[in-house]
Nanobody, 125 residues
Framework: QVQLMESGGGSVQAGGSLRLSCAVS????????LAWFRQAPGKGREGVAV???????NYAGSVKGRFTISRDGAKNTVYLQMNSLNSEDTAMYYC???????????????????WGQGTQVTVSP
């Protein structure tokens, strides 16, 4: 059973930075695929960033150049570094993992059976 635990959310002023962490257990490989999603009040869940098993990454256009996803295999942890935050980034952030360490994976939430509990990010003007 794959388990995910997010941490690192909080409140920050516009222009500030936060780093989210997602600790993962249950895969047989430390080179696993994982994605971050977010959901703002009254909106649907949006794929933010994904890191594939091979290490390549992909981002939503709204965060490209501001957010960076990375993976520390030794710690089985994936990070989301968020810079230049603005009020539109306010949301609950979730990490999500696929059924196998290699995937299927992407920015479509339907690909992921395993989800963390979420961590709130609030950006004030």
């Amino acid at each position: 059973q794959v388990q995910l635990m997010e941490s690192g959310g909080g409140s920050v002023q516009a222009g500030g930075s936060l780093r989210l962490s997602c600790a993962v257990s249950g895969y047989t490989s430390s080179s696993f695929c994982l994605a971050w999603f977010r959901q703002a009040p009254g909106k649907g869940r949006e794929g933010v960033a994904v890191i594939y098993a091979g290490g390549s990454t992909n981002y939503a256009g709204s965060v490209k150049g501001r957010f960076t996803i990375s993976r520390d295999g030794a710690k089985n942890t994936v990070y989301l570094q968020m810079n230049s935050l603005n009020s539109e980034d306010t949301a609950m952030y979730y990490c999500a993992a696929p059924s196998a360490y290699w995937g299927p994976c992407g920015l479509n939430s339907a690909s992921f059976p395993y989800w963390g509990q979420g961590t709130q990010v609030t950006v004030s003007p």
